[in-house]
Protein backbone atom coordinates (compact mmCIF):
# COMPACT_ATOMS: atom_id res chain seq x y z
CA UNK A 1 0.00 0.00 0.00
CA UNK A 2 1.17 3.53 -1.04
CA UNK A 3 0.02 7.20 -0.89
CA UNK A 4 0.65 9.46 -4.21
CA UNK A 5 1.74 13.23 -3.21
CA UNK A 6 1.45 12.88 0.49
CA UNK A 7 3.11 10.89 3.43
CA UNK A 8 1.31 7.58 5.40
CA UNK A 9 1.13 9.24 8.48
CA UNK A 10 -0.52 12.17 6.61
CA UNK A 11 -3.40 10.10 4.76
CA UNK A 12 -4.29 8.19 7.79
CA UNK A 13 -4.89 11.43 10.23
CA UNK A 14 -6.98 12.57 6.87
CA UNK A 15 -9.05 9.59 7.24
CA UNK A 16 -9.30 9.63 10.66
CA UNK A 17 -12.25 11.94 12.16
CA UNK A 18 -15.56 11.58 14.11
CA UNK A 19 -17.82 8.48 14.20
CA UNK A 20 -20.39 9.07 11.93
CA UNK A 21 -18.83 11.36 9.46
CA UNK A 22 -18.08 11.01 5.64
CA UNK A 23 -14.54 10.65 4.06
CA UNK A 24 -14.02 9.74 0.24
CA UNK A 25 -10.62 7.53 -0.97
CA UNK A 26 -9.79 7.49 -4.27
CA UNK A 27 -8.09 4.02 -4.87
CA UNK A 28 -6.30 2.46 -7.43
CA UNK A 29 -5.60 -1.08 -7.51
CA UNK A 30 -3.08 -2.89 -9.38
CA UNK A 31 -3.28 -3.66 -13.30
CA UNK A 32 -6.12 -1.36 -12.96
CA UNK A 33 -5.96 1.87 -15.28
CA UNK A 34 -8.90 3.73 -13.73
CA UNK A 35 -9.00 4.41 -9.89
CA UNK A 36 -11.68 3.99 -8.23
CA UNK A 37 -13.89 6.36 -5.71
CA UNK A 38 -15.34 4.98 -2.40
CA UNK A 39 -17.28 7.00 -0.01
CA UNK A 40 -16.86 5.77 4.14
CA UNK A 41 -19.13 6.11 6.95
CA UNK A 42 -16.16 6.68 9.77
CA UNK A 43 -16.57 4.17 12.66
CA UNK A 44 -15.55 3.84 16.64
CA UNK A 45 -12.83 1.02 16.56
CA UNK A 46 -12.77 -0.83 19.32
CA UNK A 47 -10.61 -3.47 19.50
CA UNK A 48 -9.92 -5.55 23.16
CA UNK A 49 -6.99 -6.08 24.15
CA UNK A 50 -8.14 -9.33 26.14
CA UNK A 51 -10.40 -12.02 25.51
CA UNK A 52 -11.55 -14.32 28.20
CA UNK A 53 -13.28 -18.08 27.91
CA UNK A 54 -13.36 -21.04 30.56
CA UNK A 55 -12.08 -24.56 29.74
CA UNK A 56 -11.56 -27.98 31.25
CA UNK A 57 -13.69 -29.97 32.99
CA UNK A 58 -16.52 -28.37 34.29
CA UNK A 59 -15.04 -24.89 32.60
CA UNK A 60 -13.04 -24.40 36.14
CA UNK A 61 -9.97 -23.34 34.52
CA UNK A 62 -10.26 -20.03 32.67
CA UNK A 63 -8.34 -18.92 29.60
CA UNK A 64 -7.02 -15.03 29.42
CA UNK A 65 -6.13 -14.51 25.80
CA UNK A 66 -4.07 -11.10 25.94
CA UNK A 67 -4.17 -9.51 22.41
CA UNK A 68 -1.35 -6.76 23.09
CA UNK A 69 -0.71 -4.45 26.18
CA UNK A 70 -2.04 -1.01 25.35
CA UNK A 71 -3.87 2.18 27.02
CA UNK A 72 -6.70 0.24 27.95
CA UNK A 73 -5.49 -3.21 28.87
CA UNK A 74 -5.15 -2.45 32.91
CA UNK A 75 -8.96 -1.33 32.84
CA UNK A 76 -10.29 -4.64 30.39
CA UNK A 77 -7.62 -6.34 33.19
CA UNK A 78 -9.61 -5.42 36.35
CA UNK A 79 -12.22 -6.23 34.81
CA UNK A 80 -11.70 -10.26 33.48
CA UNK A 81 -10.18 -10.41 37.51
CA UNK A 82 -13.91 -9.43 38.96
CA UNK A 83 -15.71 -11.60 36.51
CA UNK A 84 -13.51 -14.26 37.76
CA UNK A 85 -13.76 -13.61 41.69
CA UNK A 86 -17.84 -13.60 40.85
CA UNK A 87 -17.49 -17.37 39.24
CA UNK A 88 -15.68 -18.54 42.16
CA UNK A 89 -15.45 -21.70 40.74
CA UNK A 90 -11.99 -21.32 38.99
CA UNK A 91 -9.01 -23.05 39.82
CA UNK A 92 -6.44 -22.47 37.50
CA UNK A 93 -5.47 -19.82 34.53
CA UNK A 94 -3.75 -20.03 31.40
CA UNK A 95 -2.68 -16.86 30.25
CA UNK A 96 -2.49 -17.10 26.27
CA UNK A 97 0.53 -14.34 25.21
CA UNK A 98 0.53 -16.29 21.62
CA UNK A 99 1.05 -13.62 19.09
CA UNK A 100 1.23 -10.52 21.32
CA UNK A 101 3.62 -8.25 19.70
CA UNK A 102 4.08 -6.60 23.16
CA UNK A 103 2.95 -2.66 23.55
CA UNK A 104 3.49 -0.59 26.73
CA UNK A 105 5.83 -2.07 29.35
CA UNK A 106 3.52 -1.44 32.20
CA UNK A 107 0.69 -3.34 30.63
CA UNK A 108 2.90 -5.88 31.63
CA UNK A 109 3.62 -5.03 34.80
CA UNK A 110 0.10 -4.50 35.79
CA UNK A 111 -0.67 -8.23 34.96
CA UNK A 112 2.28 -9.81 36.36
CA UNK A 113 1.56 -8.09 39.28
CA UNK A 114 -1.55 -10.15 39.35
CA UNK A 115 0.10 -13.59 40.11
CA UNK A 116 3.04 -12.14 42.10
CA UNK A 117 4.26 -11.07 45.75
CA UNK A 118 4.57 -7.43 46.80
CA UNK A 119 7.77 -6.37 46.46
CA UNK A 120 8.88 -8.82 43.91
CA UNK A 121 10.56 -7.29 40.69
CA UNK A 122 8.64 -7.65 37.62
CA UNK A 123 11.84 -6.59 35.12
CA UNK A 124 14.70 -4.66 34.65
CA UNK A 125 15.63 -1.66 32.93
CA UNK A 126 18.98 -1.43 32.16
CA UNK A 127 20.49 1.56 29.99
CA UNK A 128 23.72 2.14 28.19
CA UNK A 129 25.77 3.31 31.26
CA UNK A 130 24.33 0.41 33.67
CA UNK A 131 22.33 1.75 35.81
CA UNK A 132 19.42 -0.45 36.53
CA UNK A 133 15.82 0.38 37.25
CA UNK A 134 13.57 -2.01 38.74
CA UNK A 135 9.62 -2.61 38.16
CA UNK A 136 8.46 -4.31 41.12
CA UNK A 137 5.23 -5.46 42.19
CA UNK A 138 3.50 -2.80 43.84
CA UNK A 139 -0.23 -3.83 44.91
CA UNK A 140 -1.71 -7.19 46.28
CA UNK A 141 -2.47 -9.43 43.57
CA UNK A 142 -5.37 -10.56 43.58
CA UNK A 143 -4.59 -14.54 41.75
CA UNK A 144 -1.61 -15.14 43.84
CA UNK A 145 -1.90 -18.35 44.86
CA UNK A 146 -4.04 -19.67 41.61
CA UNK A 147 -1.87 -22.24 39.48
CA UNK A 148 -0.71 -21.15 36.26
CA UNK A 149 0.30 -21.83 32.90
CA UNK A 150 1.36 -19.45 29.97
CA UNK A 151 1.07 -19.84 26.40
CA UNK A 152 3.73 -18.74 23.86
CA UNK A 153 5.22 -19.01 20.69
CA UNK A 154 6.95 -17.24 18.03
CA UNK A 155 4.86 -14.23 17.65
CA UNK A 156 4.78 -13.66 21.77
CA UNK A 157 7.29 -10.54 21.56
CA UNK A 158 8.16 -7.56 24.11
CA UNK A 159 5.92 -6.72 27.04
CA UNK A 160 4.70 -10.61 26.39
CA UNK A 161 7.97 -12.10 26.61
CA UNK A 162 8.09 -9.28 29.74
CA UNK A 163 5.01 -10.88 31.24
CA UNK A 164 5.97 -15.07 30.70
CA UNK A 165 9.43 -14.01 32.08
CA UNK A 166 8.32 -12.47 34.88
CA UNK A 167 5.98 -15.40 36.49
CA UNK A 168 8.50 -17.68 35.00
CA UNK A 169 11.14 -16.67 37.08
CA UNK A 170 9.24 -15.47 40.21
CA UNK A 171 6.39 -17.91 40.45
CA UNK A 172 7.68 -21.07 38.52
CA UNK A 173 4.61 -21.01 36.18
CA UNK A 174 5.15 -23.11 32.94
CA UNK A 175 5.51 -22.16 29.46
CA UNK A 176 3.65 -23.90 27.18
CA UNK A 177 3.81 -23.90 23.29
CA UNK A 178 7.19 -22.78 21.19
CA UNK A 179 10.22 -20.21 21.51
CA UNK A 180 9.02 -16.96 21.99
CA UNK A 181 10.18 -13.91 19.35
CA UNK A 182 13.04 -12.45 21.52
CA UNK A 183 12.77 -8.73 21.91
CA UNK A 184 14.48 -7.38 24.65
CA UNK A 185 15.11 -3.96 23.95
CA UNK A 186 13.01 -0.62 25.12
CA UNK A 187 12.88 2.18 22.23
CA UNK A 188 11.34 5.29 22.18
CA UNK A 189 9.98 6.76 18.82
CA UNK A 190 11.39 9.87 17.31
CA UNK A 191 9.72 11.81 14.17
CA UNK A 192 11.54 13.25 11.91
CA UNK A 193 10.64 16.19 9.05
CA UNK A 194 8.84 14.79 5.74
CA UNK A 195 6.78 12.07 7.92
CA UNK A 196 9.85 10.08 8.20
CA UNK A 197 10.41 8.68 11.80
CA UNK A 198 13.27 6.35 14.01
CA UNK A 199 13.34 4.57 17.01
CA UNK A 200 16.18 4.74 18.94
CA UNK A 201 17.07 1.97 21.24
CA UNK A 202 17.52 3.61 25.01
CA UNK A 203 17.71 0.77 27.14
CA UNK A 204 17.62 -3.33 27.52
CA UNK A 205 15.55 -5.10 29.51
CA UNK A 206 15.83 -8.54 32.01
CA UNK A 207 13.94 -11.13 33.77
CA UNK A 208 14.05 -11.45 37.26
CA UNK A 209 16.80 -14.06 37.25
CA UNK A 210 18.69 -11.28 34.52
CA UNK A 211 18.29 -13.29 31.50
CA UNK A 212 18.22 -10.85 28.53
CA UNK A 213 15.88 -12.25 25.61
CA UNK A 214 17.39 -10.14 23.28
CA UNK A 215 17.51 -12.58 19.72
CA UNK A 216 17.51 -15.60 22.11
CA UNK A 217 13.57 -15.82 23.00
CA UNK A 218 12.22 -17.66 25.94
CA UNK A 219 12.23 -21.60 25.80
CA UNK A 220 9.14 -22.96 26.60
CA UNK A 221 9.21 -25.62 29.49
CA UNK A 222 7.08 -28.03 27.49
CA UNK A 223 7.89 -27.28 23.46
CA UNK A 224 4.47 -28.17 21.87
CA UNK A 225 4.32 -27.31 18.08
CA UNK A 226 1.19 -26.07 16.48
CA UNK A 227 -0.48 -28.52 13.72
CA UNK A 228 -2.23 -26.14 11.40
CA UNK A 229 -3.86 -29.27 9.68
CA UNK A 230 -5.91 -29.98 12.49
CA UNK A 231 -8.65 -27.58 14.34
CA UNK A 232 -7.36 -28.76 17.66
CA UNK A 233 -5.32 -26.35 19.62
CA UNK A 234 -2.58 -28.73 20.71
CA UNK A 235 -0.60 -26.03 22.87
CA UNK A 236 -4.22 -25.25 24.77
CA UNK A 237 -4.76 -28.46 25.54
CA UNK A 238 -1.32 -29.12 27.02
CA UNK A 239 -1.70 -26.64 29.35
CA UNK A 240 -5.13 -27.63 30.05
CA UNK A 241 -3.35 -31.36 30.80
CA UNK A 242 -0.72 -29.98 33.39
CA UNK A 243 -3.31 -27.72 35.37
CA UNK A 244 -5.81 -31.01 35.81
Do not use: C
Request: net charge negative; charged share 25%.
Amino acid sequence: MGTVGISLPEAVQTIRGRAGTKVTLTLLREGEVEPIVVEMVRKELNVPTLILTYVGEGGSIVHIRLLKFGGETESEWQKAVKEISRKGEVTAVILDVRNNPGGYLQGAVDVASEFLKTGLVVVSEERSDGTKNDFKVERIGQLINTPLVVLVNGGSASASEILAGAVKDARGAKLVGEKTFGKGTIQEPLQLEGGSGLHITIARWLTPSGFWVNEKGLTPDFVVEDDPDTAADEQLNKAIELLK
